[in-house]
């Protein structure tokens, strides 16, 4: 069985696709929550798994991925490692290996997963799949080898592996299956189809605040438990974006996946377990859009933004750019090892019997942090593009930044202030920090281009004088955005060939080191980052969209393909 296979399999699993199978006549179109027991941490629900899975196997993402170094690295990880020990055990317990051609066997319309266990795996899957083809399932072809249970009239299959202590249960009746790593489960399931009354996953609060909040239901839909899933330990571990004090804020989350044609996009709703008031602002924030020119690379509008956030964005994106404080060294330095000497004439000089002595530091704040903090910003806007020089050679990232106060700026406190910041790394005098009048705007008379423009309430600034010029362009343009608390976008298709040239130069220093056949490590930019560019290359644009209401948080998120 090929690894891509036992790993995505696995994959499956753990986020909670799984087998099932029982005979009851229910309606394809009808929830199937009534039927699963209470107690779950995630419910995952799909219109039809079937035409999922079928497209995730034909897709080009897909075979890129495999074929690729990186998943390569990826399955020696410990993640995968443990994932794959879980299958074996499955494998074990059921009497069968795991494959992509059994999940594609059971793998019916109408289906539903709810996870018990992160770490056990437990789950529970319901899916609606035409008797014939349950019965030519290798999973219903190996029944003899399980054990026959009965819960709610109906007869199903269980069997433990003595050494694991795995579960795994399954039944086939009519036009649905079941399947569970956990007898108690399908016993549940089938007392619940029966007509038993007993608590589902609809009685709990957390699933009614969560499925009461959101709309219509997706082709996919994820409800999820967040008091729960956010204090176990493997979520914390391998929760790649590590915002676990963000989340806590939440009792529970929805997520509706909606395809069509070209499009992807997923409606959220995060449940709050407080009420919170909403921040000011949205308006502002929805308004300063109209000032992104079509084309652009990247753009974020976010509502009233601290006077913090908005100095680090100014002095990081535009006026003193770097990449922040070096990160502390998880690997340990290395031994120079010399010829043994321990010093030499020159340190007979330096006292060793008391401490060096500090010379003492002024911190001083700037007259632009002054300036953020006593003026009230209602919004905030930057916008960044790349582009290659002439030579084709290095990539130049340009940003823009637009902040909204709610008064007018003083035109002269913001030029000194920009100075103020900037002289020290640029000149020991006034060359290249005075300002010149350009059309509509100021600029540095040096080589550097940074340029200013004051309108109202609108401070513009900008390393680049098109960028100027195109938002300046859009002022008087009204905008198209419903207030929200935050809009961004991505143009992946236009910065997608910079960002591969970017990074391949990056890493260009470290190539040849390391690469010792099959074990050579991927390169950290050009192939980990950057080939997850590489492998969604036919997704062209990303726009996300937050706001706020009353007990929820709701976010739209929209993918563009170009196929």
Same mark, same amino acid.
């Given at each position: 069985?090929?690894?891509?296979?036992?790993?995505?399999?696995?994959?499956?699993?753990?986020?909670?696709?799984?087998?099932?199978?029982?005979?009851?006549?229910?309606?394809?179109?009808?929830?199937?929550?009534?039927?699963?027991?209470?107690?779950?941490?995630?419910?995952?629900?799909?219109?039809?798994?079937?035409?999922?899975?079928?497209?995730?196997?034909?897709?080009?993402?897909?075979?890129?991925?495999?074929?690729?170094?990186?998943?390569?690295?990826?399955?020696?990880?410990?993640?995968?490692?443990?994932?794959?020990?879980?299958?074996?055990?499955?494998?074990?317990?059921?009497?069968?290996?795991?494959?992509?051609?059994?999940?594609?066997?059971?793998?019916?319309?109408?289906?539903?997963?709810?996870?018990?266990?992160?770490?056990?795996?437990?789950?529970?899957?319901?899916?609606?799949?035409?008797?014939?083809?349950?019965?030519?399932?290798?999973?219903?072809?190996?029944?003899?080898?399980?054990?026959?249970?009965?819960?709610?009239?109906?007869?199903?299959?269980?069997?433990?592996?003595?050494?694991?202590?795995?579960?795994?249960?399954?039944?086939?009746?009519?036009?649905?299956?079941?399947?569970?790593?956990?007898?108690?489960? @399908? $016993?549940?399931?089938? *007392? !619940?189809?029966? %007509?038993?009354?007993?608590?589902?996953?609809?009685? =709990?609060?957390?699933?009614? /605040?969560?499925?009461?909040?959101?709309?219509?239901?997706?082709?996919?839909?994820?409800?999820?438990?967040?008091?729960?899933?956010?204090?176990?330990?493997?979520?914390?571990?391998?929760?790649?974006?590590?915002?676990?004090?963000?989340?806590?804020?939440?009792?529970?989350?929805?997520?509706?996946?909606?395809?069509?044609?070209?499009?992807?996009?997923?409606?959220?709703?995060?449940?709050?377990?407080?009420?919170?008031?909403?921040?000011?602002?949205?308006?502002?924030?929805?308004?300063?859009?109209?000032?992104?020119?079509?084309?652009?690379?990247?753009?974020?509008?976010?509502?009233?933004?601290?006077?913090?956030?908005?100095?680090?964005?100014?002095?990081?994106?535009?006026?003193?750019?770097?990449?922040?404080?070096?990160?502390?060294?998880? @690997? $340990?330095?290395?031994? *120079? !090892?010399?010829? %043994?000497?321990?010093?030499?004439?020159?340190?007979? =000089?330096?006292?060793?019997? /008391?401490?060096?002595?500090?010379?003492?530091?002024?911190?001083?704040?700037?007259?632009?942090?002054?300036?953020?903090?006593?003026?009230?910003?209602?919004?905030?806007?930057?916008?960044?593009?790349?582009?290659?020089?002439?030579?084709?050679?290095?990539?130049?990232?340009?940003?823009?930044?637009?902040?909204?106060?709610?008064?007018?700026?003083?035109?002269?406190?913001?030029?000194?202030?920009?100075?103020?910041?900037?002289?020290?790394?640029?000149?020991?005098?006034?060359?290249?920090?005075?300002?010149?009048?350009?059309?509509?705007?100021?600029?540095?008379?040096?080589?550097?281009?940074?340029?200013?423009?004051?309108?109202?309430?609108?401070?513009?600034?900008?390393?680049?004088?098109?960028?100027?010029?195109?938002?300046?362009?859009?002022?008087?343009?009204?905008?198209?955005?419903?207030?929200?608390?935050?809009?961004?976008?991505?143009?992946?298709?236009?910065?997608?060939?910079?960002?591969?040239?970017?990074?391949?130069?990056?890493?260009?220093?470290?190539?040849?080191?390391?690469?010792?056949?099959?074990?050579?490590?991927?390169?950290?930019?050009?192939?980990?980052?950057?080939?997850?560019?590489?492998?969604?290359?036919?997704?062209?644009?990303?726009?996300?969209?937050?706001?706020?209401?009353?007990?929820?948080?709701?976010?739209?998120?929209?993918?563009?393909?170009?196929?």
């Amino acid at each position: 069985m090929k690894l891509a296979t036992v790993l995505l399999l696995i994959a499956v699993i753990c986020a909670g696709l799984g087998w099932a199978a029982y005979q009851v006549t229910l309606s394809p179109e009808k929830s199937l929550a009534p039927y699963v027991p209470a107690g779950p941490l995630l419910y995952l629900e799909a219109k039809d798994f079937g035409s999922l899975l079928k497209d995730w196997n034909a897709s080009p993402q897909k075979r890129q991925w495999v074929a690729s170094d990186n998943y390569q690295v990826f399955s020696r990880s410990r993640l995968f490692l443990r994932l794959k020990g879980a299958g074996d055990q499955f494998a074990t317990a059921a009497g069968l290996p795991p494959s992509m051609d059994l999940l594609t066997q059971i793998g019916g319309t109408h289906s539903v997963l709810a996870l018990y266990d992160i770490g056990n795996l437990q789950f529970l899957y319901i899916t609606h799949l035409p008797s014939a083809k349950s019965m030519e399932s290798a999973l219903w072809q190996t029944r003899s080898k399980f054990e026959p249970r009965n819960a709610g009239g109906v007869d199903f299959y269980a069997r433990r592996d003595p050494e694991s202590q795995k579960e795994v249960a399954f039944a086939v009746s009519g036009e649905y299956m079941l399947l569970a790593t956990r007898e108690a489960l @399908i $016993a549940g399931a089938l *007392q !619940l189809m029966a %007509g038993n009354k007993a608590n589902t996953v609809e009685s =709990e609060a957390w699933w009614v /605040q969560s499925v009461a909040a959101a709309g219509s239901t997706g082709d996919l839909r994820m409800v999820l438990n967040m008091e729960k899933i956010v204090p176990s330990p493997y979520f914390r571990t391998y929760w790649v974006q590590q915002n676990i004090t963000d989340l806590k804020q939440y009792s529970g989350a929805v997520s509706d996946l909606f395809r069509s044609g070209k499009q992807y996009r997923e409606e959220r709703v995060l449940i709050r377990k407080t009420e919170s008031e909403i921040p000011a602002g949205a308006s502002e924030a929805a308004d300063l859009v109209r000032l992104v020119s079509a084309g652009v690379g990247m753009y974020e509008a976010k509502a009233s933004p601290s006077s913090d956030f908005c100095f680090d964005l100014v002095q990081t994106k535009l006026l003193t750019p770097h990449l922040g404080p070096a990160p502390v060294s998880k @690997i $340990a330095p290395d031994v *120079q !090892l010399g010829s %043994g000497e321990t010093g030499s004439g020159s340190d007979l =000089e330096t006292r060793i019997d /008391q401490a060096e002595v500090q010379q003492p530091t002024i911190q001083t704040v700037s007259a632009l942090k002054q300036l953020l903090d006593k003026t009230q910003i209602t919004a905030s806007l930057q916008v960044q593009s790349s582009d290659r020089d002439k030579a084709g050679v290095f990539v130049r990232i340009h940003s823009a930044i637009t902040l909204a106060a709610a008064t007018n700026w003083d035109e002269a406190s913001v030029q000194s202030a920009l100075i103020d910041l900037v002289r020290p790394s640029l000149t020991a005098n006034q060359l290249g920090v005075r300002w010149q009048q350009k059309s509509g705007y100021q600029q540095l008379d040096g080589l550097w281009p940074l340029v200013v423009s004051i309108h109202g309430k609108y401070m513009l600034i900008a390393d680049d004088p098109s960028m100027m010029e195109a938002m300046l362009a859009n002022l008087n343009r009204k905008s198209e955005v419903a207030p929200a608390l935050l809009v961004a976008g991505f143009n992946h298709q236009r910065e997608r060939d910079d960002f591969a040239r970017f990074s391949s130069v990056v890493d260009r220093p470290n190539r040849g080191q390391g690469n010792y056949g099959s074990e050579r490590q991927p390169q950290f930019f050009s192939e980990n980052i950057g080939s997850l560019s590489s492998t969604f290359a036919g997704v062209s644009a990303e726009n996300v969209i937050v706001r706020a209401e009353t007990g929820k948080v709701t976010q739209t998120v929209t993918y563009e393909w170009t196929q």
